[in-house]
């Protein structure tokens, strides 16, 4: 982050000495505006982070996206924010990097060759691996978003989506660590069992339509977000 400091401010004190010796330095020409403007919005961002410095933890990140440029754009920004990313586009070979390696956080695609998401998170969890996994999707339908979390993904993400959105769920479900995970989901008296698809308040059963189980589900699992 110090080295991109210093990067960035050397890049806006050269464009000022250029706009100063050309005589513009009233009314700089839109393209170096532009520039300027971006480039202070960058130092502005970087010195924020710089603050919190020693809070910053580079993670290692798997990938598993066979969509070409999605990959390399997720691969990029995630070296640029100082991270480790090892990406992969097939499922079958996702799983076996999974497997095989120490990750902080698995990005998953749904939609891959050779398995798909959800069953390459499936299959984690029943070898115990409780990596932290946020699934990618081109839909955010309720039934996809419950069939992933089923399945035992941490959060979810529906393409497109911002950069910095990714980012802030990496950051919060890493912080998740593989600590075990409840198997039932609770606020105040309404406890909710995935296993048994069997919801309960104050210890009463309550009796749900298949869509009002999905919709209750998918309600507790995303409390305090709008869905």
Do not use: W
Request: glycine share 6%.
């Amino acid at each position: 982050i110090k080295t991109k400091l210093a990067i960035t401010a050397s890049k806006i004190a050269v464009l000022c000495f250029i706009t100063a010796s050309s005589g513009t330095v009233a009314t700089p020409p839109e393209p170096v505006k532009r520039e300027l403007s971006r480039l202070f919005r960058r130092f502005a961002n970087l010195a924020r982070y710089s603050i919190n410095f020693v809070t910053l933890v580079s993670m290692q990140i798997l990938v598993v996206e066979d969509e070409k440029r999605i990959a390399d754009l997720l691969a990029r920004t995630l070296h640029e924010e100082g991270h480790q990313a090892v990406v992969s586009g097939n499922g079958r070979e996702g799983l076996a990097i999974a497997l095989s390696s120490r990750f902080d956080v698995i990005v998953l695609d749904v939609m891959l060759p050779g398995m798909d998401g959800f069953s390459v998170v499936r299959k984690l969890r029943e070898s115990r691996n409780q990596t932290p996994v946020l699934m990618l999707t081109a839909r955010d339908a309720a039934a996809d978003v419950v069939s992933g979390l089923d399945s035992g993904a941490d959060d979810y993400l529906a393409k497109p989506f911002p950069l910095e959105v990714l980012l802030a769920r990496l950051r919060a479900i890493s912080r998740r660590g593989d600590a075990p995970r409840s198997a039932c989901l609770e606020i105040g008296a309404v406890k909710l069992d995935p296993a048994s698809r069997s919801v309960t308040r104050a210890g009463e059963v309550v009796n749900l339509t298949p869509r009002e189980y999905k919709l209750l589900e998918l309600l507790m699992r995303n409390r305090g977000r709008a869905v």
